[in-house]
């Protein structure tokens, strides 16, 4: 299998590698030379430097035998152009990255068809839907729900009030409370990696811990710890006025949250106030107390920042919690701060760009056994949800018997409705909605397993 990756940015580079593990040949292009240097220099790949949407470069490329076409860069005409001329050289699958919805508004002329477009994908309103989620959700640094919210992934930060420090995993696997919890990561304070925990290893002050099991194991782990399970989102305050903060207003217009937005740029203000019918706007800065007061940062149970710029979101957020804010959630760019954010008490969570596209274009590649696949924000991590096909080589085996890779964990089964933890006695059956965590590159090797 053949893929081409239009735009080597953070999406891109994230993209290669899981299309790598998967035995793809990617060709990636992109018009800045150090970004086609950093993907060539790490993977092993072949990447041209130009605009993705010149017919002479794709062909260098070899687009005439090429399976996947997923244009990512920033520019929605690049991107469009790029997938009609895959669709003229009769490429299979093809994704565009468009960020002006008003493209394939319904009475447009020419739809998305016309275009050769097999999928789009809108970050901003991708981005929106995340941070909402995010804020109506457990108080946890990262939730994801699994087989229909019936299994979940919970990752939280160790405090030094939680009655689970000191205690091994042994330990506390051992209480009847958490027989549907299966401790599937954990990251030491202080340390750079993420290892798969045993039985063994003992919960310390400011590890993070991931976990993954049944709703209610899952509820009586936050209720031990102090999480609460869920948020009432009332009155949020966003900083910038950006196109994700109008697009969370936006999604939030017909509900009875109060929306206050501070953007420090008067044509943005401007521009904010005749889109948005409810949402309060107030120019001025979100990093002087004074304004953050008068748009009712005391009284907000949220706050979120998207100015794009991620030094003002994180501080923002830092000032934002220290002026009474519950919740703050940044917008961050930059991948290498979200193991940064982990510790950072002020931030209760963060939403990242790329991985949040990313995410839904593993979403739209995935198909038959793959009911879903997510990248992990904090850590080099994947889940991956599939149902076990009858001719899987893991099928009718014991969770034991199953040659699984080293770094990955069965986290959690559902059978017929209920939830299973997977013991070492367990038999796998056809038909069982199985969770799995596991390193990006032993996927393949999973899914050769199950699918």
Not at 401 to 411: E, K, Q, T, Y
């Amino acid at each position: 299998m053949k893929a081409i990756i239009i735009g080597a940015g953070e999406v891109g580079f994230q993209l290669s590698k899981v299309l790598l593990a998967e035995n793809y040949d990617v060709v990636a292009i992109d018009k800045s030379q150090v970004a086609c240097d950093r993907l060539s220099e790490t993977l092993d790949l072949m990447t041209l430097c130009g605009s993705g949407s010149t017919p002479s470069l794709l062909e260098t490329a070899g687009i005439s035998d090429t399976d996947l076409l997923i244009a990512v860069t920033n520019s929605d005409e690049t991107n469009i152009l790029a997938n009609l001329i895959a669709k003229q050289c009769g490429v299979k699958n093809k994704i565009a990255r468009v960020s002006n919805s008003t493209y394939f508004d319904d009475n447009n002329i020419i739809t998305r068809d016309d275009l050769g477009i097999d999928h789009t994908i809108n970050s901003e309103r991708l981005c929106a839907a995340e941070f909402i989620r995010l804020l109506r959700s457990a108080e946890a640094r990262e939730v994801v729900d699994f087989a229909g919210g019936k299994i979940q992934l919970i990752a939280f930060n160790i405090e030094s009030d939680n009655p689970l420090v000191n205690s091994s995993i042994e330990e506390i696997s051992s209480r009847n409370i958490f027989a549907e919890l299966r401790f599937v990561a954990l990251k030491k304070k202080g340390g750079k990696s993420t290892i798969m925990p045993r039985g063994s290893n003992q919960i310390s002050l400011g590890d993070e811990v991931f976990v993954m099991g049944s709703r209610s194991a899952i509820s009586n782990i936050m209720k031990i710890s102090g999480i609460s399970s869920s948020h009432n989102l009332e009155r949020l305050v966003i900083a910038g006025a950006s196109k994700i903060g109008i697009e969370v207003a936006q999604q939030l217009e017909s509900s009875s949250v109060k929306v206050s937005i501070i953007e420090p740029d008067i044509h943005k203000a401007e521009e904010a106030s005749s889109i948005l019918k409810k949402a309060t706007i107030i120019h001025g800065s979100f990093l002087e107390r004074q304004i953050l007061a008068e748009a009712g940062i005391r009284e907000a149970d949220s706050f979120i920042s998207v100015t794009g710029d991620d030094e003002d979101d994180i501080m923002s957020c830092i000032l934002s919690t220290a002026e009474g804010a519950e919740r703050t959630i940044p917008l961050i760019q930059e991948p290498t701060y979200l193991p940064i954010l982990a510790s950072i008490t002020e931030i209760d969570s963060a939403v990242s760009r790329h991985l949040t596209l990313v995410n839904d274009i593993l979403r739209l590649l995935r198909s038959g056994n793959v009911l879903k696949d997510v990248l992990i924000k904090d850590i080099d991590a994947e889940v991956l949800e599939l149902v076990v096909s009858e001719k899987a080589k893991a099928c009718n085996k014991k969770v034991s018997a199953i040659n699984l890779p080293r770094d990955a964990v069965i986290g959690a089964i559902l059978r017929s409705g209920k939830v299973v933890l997977p013991t070492g006695d367990v038999i796998i059956q056809p038909g069982d909605d199985i969770v799995i965590f596991s390193q990006p590159e032993s996927i393949p090797q999973i899914e050769s397993l199950f699918a």
